[in-house]
């Protein structure tokens, strides 16, 4: 496996704050506040994000090219900023995937062997 | 006015970025706010219960935010800012006082060599004196919010009004210079000179020189003064432009 497939585990928490986001735009595009609570609703309540740490790891990613911020007038006095998946952030979730189910296939190995 | 304007000040005070970014930030923080708040109040809450819902939600500690500053930091302030507070002092102001030092270098002889200067006499010291002013003001002004960027809406007009008052003193000190070289001269006519017209000449190019060095001075305060004015008019602008949801 080479390292762009690899999860990280230092940084688990962001890998997986980012590859989540990036899971939730492969559905279309969405504002920040709507991403939070598709994803509270689509876990069940499992991931809970704190919307003030959504902002950073959403900027972050569009830094990088990931996902793409548009600005969008929404009534006559309201802007709105909205996010969609670009092509590269599309191909990097695809191998995140891939990466977060051998991550986790490993992870069981070691859980299992240890209670076996 | 925005519902949220106590969440969005706090924030905005302690977002440490230049304008526009700070502003945009706030502009979808207000957006999704606004959104939380609509949904609370259609699950049924009443207005206060939603407020209090959606600043709970939306509580944005002081590591998001710094982490939110790291992401859009430039180089240069991530250069600045992994230096100590006094070692960034330290070079700000060597960099000022080398910028000054060059300044005065390469404008001050040609300038004075020039013609108004050479004739102007003794009043071109007040001009130059309010022009001094005029220049720390502006260095200081420039600094603050070119700079340092740290922008208190109370204060952003605060530097500008003393180099406006340099320029009104220069303007003061050519009309007063003008007027006593004439006077000069109309004393040394009314003694008997010799060749009045000759005084007259005198005395008339003195005044007209040392009106020319103020003027020029004058002038120039006057546009350093609007640029700055207008820098921090569209800074200040920006920075409330939010609570307008512009």
Known sequence: MDDAQRIETQNLARHCNEDLILAILLRGERHGYQLALELEERSGGFFRFNHGTLYPILHKLEQDGMIRGTWKREGPKRRRKSYTLTEKGRDYAALQRGAWRDFFTRFFEIMEDGLR | ?246
């Open chain 2, 1 to 246: 006015m925005n519902r949220f304007r106590g969440t969005l000040s706090r924030v905005s005070r302690k977002l440490d970025l230049p304008q526009p970014k700070k502003s945009r930030i706030l502009l979808e923080l207000s957006g999704d706010l606004n959104d939380a708040f609509d949904a609370c109040l259609e699950q049924g809450m009443d207005e206060a219960e939603a407020r209090r819902r959606v600043e709970a939600m939306f509580d944005l500690s002081d590591e998001a935010i710094d982490e939110l500053v790291r992401v859009h930091d430039t180089a240069l302030r991530k250069l600045l800012g992994a230096m100590s507070i006094e070692a960034r002092t330290r070079w700000e102001r060597a960099l000022l006082v080398v910028l000054l030092a060059f300044i005065a270098l390469a404008a001050g002889r040609p300038i004075l060599s020039l013609g108004p200067f050479a004739l102007a006499g003794p009043f071109v010291w007040p001009v130059a004196g309010f022009s001094l002013v005029a220049l720390t003001a502006a260095i200081a002004q420039a600094y603050r919010l070119h700079i340092r960027r740290v922008y208190d809406t109370r204060r952003l007009r605060d530097g500008p009004a003393w180099i406006l008052a340099a320029a009104a003193g220069c303007l003061a000190s050519g009309f007063t210079g003008s007027t006593v070289e004439m006077s000069r001269a109309a004393r040394v006519i009314a003694a008997g000179a010799e060749r009045p017209l000759a005084a007259f000449i005198d005395g008339a190019l003195a005044a007209s020189a040392v009106m020319v060095v103020a003027l020029l001075a004058g002038v120039l305060w006057a546009v350093v003064w609007s640029v700055l004015e207008h820098s921090a008019g569209r800074i200040a602008e920006a920075e409330v432009a939010w609570l307008y949801e512009e």
